[in-house]
């Protein structure tokens, strides 16, 4: 079955560092990876996806992942913290089966200090 | 640009009530998902539909719910009678495409009392 892990439900940066994210997966098969971002009070928003183009995945707001097949990884990374992107972010595996269910990890609430 | 959009964003019902959620996915896609979040929690999968029927169910959506899809616009949650562990917010969800990229509506936050 396949699984998704966050590493830290609470990360706190200063505004102008950088934000890493982590996020591991397990999967039986190739998977389609992605990240999306809730914002208080609101819904699910796309950050960016992994479906087995280019291992460097650029998405909106200056955020980036790498899939490292390797490390099961793929985490989410940005050059410099702004003060918006305080929000939760979920890292998320597609099911390998016809359905496409998304799996969900716990998720990593991002805090910017000024 | 197209989204899935849901009704209401807020319901609040007595225990044992039936509520209806509803969801306009994006038009041209044929998968539809729905998922909730307990609060504080991380985002569960409840169930997915393609083709008029359910493709797969998770052991939550047990035989107090239901999916329907009755027009070609409109997909339904139905909780036959609510109880109070069914407080969440439901996300609604559609792709083109499985797998694919999934679209998720503004969601509905239900609180049962």
């Known amino acids: 079955a396949q699984s998704v892990t966050q590493l830290g439900s609470h990360v706190s940066v200063s505004e102008g560092a950088l934000v890493l994210l982590r996020c591991n997966y397990s999967s039986s098969v190739p998977p389609y990876l992605f990240w999306y971002v809730q914002y208080p009070n609101q819904g699910l928003q796309l950050l960016l996806k992994y479906t087995s183009a280019a291992t460097l995945v650029k998405g909106i707001n200056g955020f980036e992942a790498e899939f490292k097949k390797s490390e099961t990884s793929f985490h989410l990374t940005k050059p410099s913290a702004h003060m918006s992107d305080a929000a939760e972010y979920f890292c998320a595996v597609s099911d390998s089966g016809n359905t496409g269910k998304l799996i969900f990890g716990q998720g990593t609430t991002l805090q910017v200090k000024p | 640009e197209p989204e899935v959009t849901q009704t209401p964003s807020h319901q609040v019902t007595q225990m044992g009530q039936e509520v209806i959620l509803r969801c306009v996915p994006i038009?041209?896609?044929?998968?539809f998902y729905w998922y909730r979040q307990i609060l504080g929690q991380k985002v569960e999968f409840l169930v997915s539909f393609y083709n008029n029927e359910i493709s797969e169910k998770s052991e939550i959506f047990d035989d107090q719910f239901s999916v329907e899809r009755p027009d070609g616009s409109n997909f339904t949650l139905k909780i036959r009678s609510t109880k109070l562990e069914d407080s969440a917010m439901y996300f609604c969800?559609?792709?083109?495409?499985?797998?694919?990229?999934?679209?998720f509506g503004p969601g509905t936050r239900l609180l049962v009392l």
């Open positions: 038009s041209n896609h044929l998968y």
């Open positions: 969800a559609s792709s083109e495409k499985s797998p694919g990229t999934q679209y």
